[in-house]
């Protein structure tokens, strides 16, 4: 069952995965959140763990950064091991200068500068949009327990270290919260698929406000988007 990038057995990864693209954070989420933990990937130290959370199964992994690494492990999560809910976790530079750190963003599609949807030979451009069916339930979860979650359209985007530093100004004229860097592949893997998936975010950095968190406190600190991403499972 193994496969080159992931060594689980069959069985062994529940139906809803959660999705940092830290390792480190998957193992971070695994140990404080999760309990009756078993680890089923080491492989390139991309680290996958199953456990449950409030008596059900739910498994998170690391997915690296970038729309070709999430798009494999995606890929190979919905393909090989049936998973049907996939949740990315991860963190986010803000465009709109309303959010700041710490801010949820719960991202209903991902415009992008990546030739991923190329693969489709679509005669268009593509959209790439959440599961309504997640989506829902996380905005309702998120306000349940007071917690401040921003629903609006992110970038993905291929280039961490552009040439050229204004771009993002052009993006958030069209209205797009933040920028990260797998969610257009994410979203694209599970609607041909005919599966669920959302991304929520924290704000780690905002562009236009000029602050930024530590990487300790991006591995640590993002409880509000945890509460929401569990209670998903």
């Not at 090989?80 to 976790?89: A, E, H, Q, W």
């Not at 698929?193 to 929520?200: E, Q, R, S, Y």
């Not at 991006?218 to 988007?225: A, L, P, Y």
Request: net charge negative; aromatic share 10%; proline share 3%.
């Amino acid at each position: 069952m193994s496969t080159p990038h992931n060594s689980a057995a069959k069985g062994q990864i529940a139906e809803t995965v959660l999705l940092p693209g830290d390792p480190l954070r998957a193992k971070f989420i695994a140990e404080n959140f999760l309990t009756d933990v078993e680890q089923f990937n080491t492989v390139r130290n991309m680290f996958g763990y199953t456990g449950t959370y409030n008596g059900k199964k739910v498994s998170v992994m690391g997915t690296g950064m970038g729309c070709p690494s999430i798009g494999i492990y995606s890929y190979e999560l919905i393909h090989m091991y049936g998973v049907k809910n996939l949740i990315r976790v991860g963190s986010c530079g803000a465009f709109d200068p309303k959010l700041n750190l710490y801010d949820i963003v719960l991202a209903i599609g991902a415009s992008t500068d990546s030739n991923y949807g190329s693969q489709y030979k679509l005669p268009g451009i593509y959209s790439a949009t959440a599961s309504w069916e997640l989506l829902s339930k996380a905005k309702k979860v998120a306000d349940e327990n007071n917690i401040t979650a921003t629903v609006g359209n992110v970038l993905t985007s291929d280039v961490f270290y552009g040439d050229d530093m204004d771009s993002w100004k052009s993006w958030a004229k069209m209205g797009l919260l933040a920028a990260e860097m797998e969610s257009y592949a994410l979203y694209c893997n599970a609607n041909r698929a005919g599966v669920n998936a959302l991304t929520i975010l924290t704000v780690s950095d905002s562009i236009v406000n000029q602050t930024e968190t530590t990487p300790e406190q991006r591995e640590k600190g993002f409880k509000d988007m945890m509460k929401i991403a569990l209670e998903l499972a």
